[in-house]
């Protein structure tokens, strides 16, 4: 169970190729291609054309093999990702000095915007890829709620996964669901249990191993991007 299967692992075995690994890819790259996107832009695209290239960079992907470069050493999905955003964005750069050189015409710019001033833009992209991992967590908490019935609770709750309640808080909940303070408490503390279990399972898909130490040295390193983000 330390080492079972991962989406990211059925990628890199099967070297991109088979129906489960090109299923496997195209779920981590829909999953996760809205930090990509906010990449691109801040690398000077508009937000059509950051689009478009995200877009480029997952169908070659999925669809062209590219995945066989990737090094299953590192297992992380999220440095592979954003390697194959900066080829794309290199490759657009050439062909548009190519264009601006040939004929004496204009050429199309290639920014659209104006690319951000950041001391560290991989460590932006870590942070932003860790509030996806988060939201996809709650998202499935949600889900999972919702399927038990349980929908109205966990909106009521939803706000005690980032932050800590009082006593008072907690009466207040409880009031409104029908419940004592003491089950509120409870209810939480279960709540927060199944998130992280959620979080673990979303992090380990993108790692090639779901050793729980690779998990453990995965969340540590996106907590302190959160952190020095904020």
Same mark, same amino acid.
């Given at each position: 169970m330390s080492f079972a299967t991962?989406?990211?692992? #059925? &990628? &890199?075995? +099967?070297? *991109?190729q088979g129906a489960e690994a090109r299923a496997a890819l195209a779920w981590l790259c829909q999953a996760y291609w809205q930090p990509l996107a906010a990449h691109a832009r801040r690398r000077g695209l508009g937000e059509h054309s950051a689009e478009d290239l995200v877009q480029e960079v997952l169908l070659s %992907? &999925? +669809?062209?093999?590219? &995945? +066989? =470069?990737?090094d299953p050493a590192r297992g992380r999905f999220r440095t592979f990702l954003l390697a194959c955003v900066e080829h794309h %964005? *290199? =490759?657009?750069?050439?062909?548009? #000095? +190519?264009?601006?050189?040939g004929g004496g015409q204009a050429a199309v710019a290639l920014e659209e915007g104006h690319a951000a001033v950041e001391p560290d833009p991989a460590r932006t992209f870590e942070r932003e890829w860790a509030q996806a991992l988060l939201q996809r967590a709650r998202e499935a908490l949600a889900r999972e709620q919702a399927g038990q019935g349980q929908a109205g609770r966990f909106a009521a709750l939803e706000r005690f996964l980032a932050e800590n309640g009082d006593a008072r808080l907690y009466r207040d909940v409880g009031q409104a669901l029908g419940l004592e303070a003491g089950a509120v408490r409870v209810a939480v503390h279960r709540l927060r249990g199944r998130y992280r279990e959620l979080l673990r399972a979303e992090v380990a898909d993108t790692l090639e191993s779901a050793d729980p130490a690779a998990i453990d040295r995965e969340l540590d390193d996106l907590l302190a991007a959160l952190v020095d983000g904020r």
């Open positions: 991962t989406r990211w692992s #059925q &990628v &890199v075995c +099967a070297g *991109g %992907l &999925v +669809a062209g093999g590219s &995945v +066989a =470069h990737a %964005l *290199g =490759h657009r750069r050439e062909r548009a #000095q +190519a264009q601006k050189r």
